[in-house]
């Protein structure tokens, strides 16, 4: 599976964006899609994560009611709907996948398969 996330770009304190991610290669339909962001001089943070159904969605504290996630299996495409956007928000924004469920814990990326290639979100004050 590769996944590519567009969408990134400027934006103001308070501001919305919308990430996508899409797959090639293969179908994303068995897999769960997991955002993770990183910031630099911070360790990358898992902001969310929905499984291969999209049935159940997970979400860090700090993203907690600002984000949500969903998925087109049609499309081979997820999306990251940030809203009320704060410049801690700031980060490059990058999805990968993992065999079917969510994963919340330590080492947050290495519990995916792969990631591709980001977008970056910069939130100004």
């Known amino acids: 599976v590769q996944l590519q996330a567009f969408g990134g770009g400027l934006v103001q304190a308070g501001g919305s964006l919308r990430l996508s991610c899409t797959g090639s290669?293969?179908?994303?339909?068995?897999?769960?899609i997991g955002w993770s962001r990183r910031a630099p001089g911070k360790e990358p943070e898992g902001a969310s994560c929905?499984?291969?159904?999209?049935?159940?969605?997970d979400f860090a504290d700090s993203v907690k009611g600002r984000f949500t996630i969903s998925r087109d299996n049609a499309k081979n495409t997820v999306y990251l709907q940030m809203n009320s956007l704060k410049p801690e928000d700031t980060a490059i924004y990058h999805c990968g996948y993992r065999k079917m469920h969510c994963y919340r814990g330590a080492y947050y990326e290495n519990a995916f398969n792969g990631w591709g290639q980001g977008t970056q979100v910069t939130v100004s004050s």
């Open positions: 929905i499984n291969y159904s999209g049935d159940s969605t």
């Open positions: 290669g293969s179908t994303l339909e068995n897999h769960a």
